[in-house]
């Protein structure tokens, strides 16, 4: 009998999957129109604020580490990172250690663009948030999210969650 079969059912297994999966998809729906609504005065789509993002916290980021970090195929990456190159956004380069990769920055506007969106993200209505805040009532803080964020470490590993704690850590 394998290790796996004595921890849990395929019953159980199955539920928990949907579970996740249903839940997920609920609270992705609600966080994507959540941030939609944030971005779209910009003239942004999610991914092209997600590379500018990740782009802004991993300071000369790869096309493949915002492929990585986005959770995102490289050529989505590449094309979204195109397209901010285009308006003046981000700026693409070569290293001279490594011609292969293709690296990005914000230039100053997307810098200010950036700038400007966490100013006025009280503009916009945050349904996640608001279905958020009778926990924090209840308990003084915002939910931990500690058992996803070991699901998230488990399956993208170390790299994926430093990034995503640095970048929290930027904000505040």
Do not use: C
């Not at 290790?3 to 297994?13: D, F, K």
């Not at 195929?73 to 293709?102: C, I, M, P, Y």
């Amino acid at each position: 009998m394998a290790m796996s079969e004595e921890l849990y059912t395929v019953r159980e297994a199955m539920l928990y999957s949907q579970r996740i999966a249903q839940l997920s998809k609920a609270l992705w729906k609600a966080a994507e129109k959540d941030w939609q609504a944030w971005i779209k005065p910009y003239d942004l789509n999610i991914n092209e604020h997600h590379v500018l993002w990740i782009a802004s916290n991993l300071e000369g980021a790869s096309i493949s580490d915002i492929a990585k970090f986005g959770v995102m195929h490289v050529s989505t990456a590449f094309n979204f990172s195109k397209n901010l190159e285009e308006r003046g956004l981000l700026a693409f380069s070569k290293r001279n250690d490594d011609k292969r990769n293709t690296y990005v920055e914000l230039t100053e506007k997307g810098k200010s663009l950036l700038v400007e969106l966490t100013e006025n993200y009280n503009q916009s209505k945050h349904s996640v948030l608001e279905g958020s805040l009778p926990l924090k009532e209840m308990y003084g803080k915002f939910p931990e999210l500690l058992d996803l964020m070991a699901i998230i470490r488990n399956i993208y590993g170390d790299d994926f969650m430093d990034i995503f704690e640095g970048s929290l850590r930027k904000i505040e």
